[in-house]
């Protein structure tokens, strides 16, 4: 059997769970919750089933490349799809506590199930247009689950996020449309090839462009970041922890690999593009995070600085630098998820996010305090742990960019150095004002989350541990094909037209 006709598994399990969720939870309302965890447990273990597998193409309906849709499952989809289904099984386990002091349960849970099938797609799709429906089913999904609560932050935060949304998809939308009426197709492999024969004229940079500030929104990227530090500290956590650790990532992040590294070539122009866009975002982002007080902000603004840091990396352009990219895009998706689940967590137990309010909480959260300062410990690059090696990676990339670069390389690397300390400073911060020190008389009372809770973070938190103690390993198994798929244009190409 072809292992490409279970691909569309990827997007029909979790589509078809988020129009069944609504009916089920008129029978009993605790089924929304248990289908959500069956349906990302199953994509979990599909998902690994894949590993190590060779790339497989689906076509739909039995129209070949380039005339009909396609699914593609290589090492790029795969890495991406791993980490999408294993922090949205752990966010959904999460969610069975968390969520039971909301209302509308099911309305949540078939939400979370679009959004994953939404970001699923977007990852497993070979062709341009269809990118764009997954991408805007998962962000449509995300806009109401920002507004979830309903309050006024939360509605303002969401409308926000919808209209700079909306603006980045037009920008995309635009762009796929320019890039269509040059190449007469959609298929991103074919599109590729097309492109490789007509070579990158005005026109192709221009689209580039329109692309950049597309996905730069989508990925958050400095100056396209207005709508982030609104939006995650809105959502209920399990979300905020979604669109940090995933969204951003699956919307941004991969369509911009996917694209400039696989379909269109715009040669140095792009590289140096996303140096500068990733300097500047890991360190206005640092630096914006120092000043936070709220906890969910402060790790928004975290979240800018790291994917600065991921940007950076591939805008070196080497080997290296591509695998320290990877390697950060995985710990980020773990560590970030799990800071915005203790941050959850805190806020469930303590009514507030408010770093000045509290205090203390080792002595009565043990497990949430512990996976929190794992969770700090890994994104300040502390040895052991799995943030300490993606970034000493990209440090030494940059010092051995020198040699396309220049001297400037070095002061790059100094400033990711810098950036990794000021990082350290407000994670101390963090962790001083909320898990030491005496705690309030108003919070003597509070206790641990509950079990499905702490367990999500107990398990993001060995994971942070297990990427830095076996990080050989995690880098030729789950990194190593990714970059292979980014570093051979023509591959990707030859496996997905291979059928013409």
């Given at each position: ?276 866009l990733g300097v500047v975002s890991m360190t206005g982002g640092a630096l914006l995070a120092i000043g936070q007080w709220d906890f969910k902000r402060m790790l928004a603004y975290s979240s800018i600085s790291q994917i600065g840091y991921i940007m950076f990396a591939f805008g070196l352009g080497t080997p290296l630098g591509m695998i320290g990219g990877l390697f950060h895009l995985l710990n980020h998706a773990f560590f970030k998820s799990l800071l915005f689940l203790c941050s959850g967590a805190v806020e469930y137990s303590t009514g507030t996010r408010d770093l000045r309010e509290l205090g203390g909480l080792w002595k009565k959260m043990p497990v949430t ?132």
């Amino acid at each position: 059997m072809n292992s490409g006709n279970l691909l569309p598994l990827f997007i029909a399990v979790p589509l078809g769970a988020g129009f069944l969720i609504p009916l089920a939870v008129r029978l009993k309302n605790w089924l929304g919750g248990f289908l959500a965890l069956v349906t990302t447990g199953f994509l979990l273990v599909f998902s690994f089933s894949r590993l190590g597998a060779d790339t497989a193409v689906y076509t739909m309906g039995g129209w070949r490349p380039p005339f009909g849709i396609n699914l593609v499952g290589d090492g790029l989809s795969g890495f991406f799809q791993i980490m999408i289904n294993v922090v949205a099984f752990l966010v959904t386990l999460y969610s069975v506590g968390y969520m039971k002091r909301y209302t509308a349960q099911g309305k949540y849970y078939s939400l979370l199930m679009l959004m994953t099938a939404g970001m699923n797609g977007v990852v497993a799709t070979g062709d341009l247009f269809n990118m764009y429906v997954f991408l805007e089913i998962s962000a449509i999904s995300s806009y109401a689950l920002v507004a979830f609560g309903i309050e006024h932050e939360e509605l303002e935060a969401s409308f926000k996020y919808l209209v700079l949304g909306s603006v980045a998809s037009s920008f995309i939308l635009f762009g796929i449309a320019l890039l269509y009426s040059i190449t007469g197709t959609l298929n991103m492999a074919d599109i590729a090839r097309v492109l490789d024969t007509q070579g990158s004229g005005l026109m192709v940079k221009f689209i580039a462009a329109l692309f950049i500030m597309g996905f730069g929104v989508k990925a958050s990227l400095i100056p396209f970041h207005a709508w982030l530090p609104d939006a995650h500290p809105s959502a209920p956590a399990p979300i905020s922890a979604m669109l940090s650790g995933l969204l951003i990532k699956a919307l941004g992040v991969y369509c911009i690999l996917r694209i400039f590294f696989n379909i269109i070539d715009i040669g140095n122009s792009f590289s140096n593009v996303l140096i500068i866009l990733g300097v500047v975002s890991m360190t206005g982002g640092a630096l914006l995070a120092i000043g936070q007080w709220d906890f969910k902000r402060m790790l928004a603004y975290s979240s800018i600085s790291q994917i600065g840091y991921i940007m950076f990396a591939f805008g070196l352009g080497t080997p290296l630098g591509m695998i320290g990219g990877l390697f950060h895009l995985l710990n980020h998706a773990f560590f970030k998820s799990l800071l915005f689940l203790c941050s959850g967590a805190v806020e469930y137990s303590t009514g507030t996010r408010d770093l000045r309010e509290l205090g203390g909480l080792w002595k009565k959260m043990p497990v949430t305090s512990a996976a929190c300062s794992i969770g700090a410990l890994s994104i300040s690059g502390i040895p052991p742990f799995g943030g300490f090696f993606s970034k000493i990676i990209i440090i030494i990339a940059a010092v051995d960019a020198a040699g396309k670069l220049g001297p400037i390389a070095y002061f790059l690397a100094a400033v990711t150095v810098i950036v990794s300390f000021l990082t350290l400073v407000y994670f101390v911060k963090l962790q001083k004002m909320a898990l030491f020190g005496s705690i309030p008389e108003k919070l003597t009372h509070i206790r641990e989350v509950p079990v499905s809770m702490w367990s999500a973070l107990v398990i993001l938190a060995v994971c942070c541990i297990a990427f830095g103690i076996a990080c050989p390993w995690f880098i030729s198994v789950f990194v190593e094909p990714a970059r292979e798929i980014l570093s051979d244009k023509s591959a990707y190409i030859m496996k997905v037209l291979e059928f013409m």
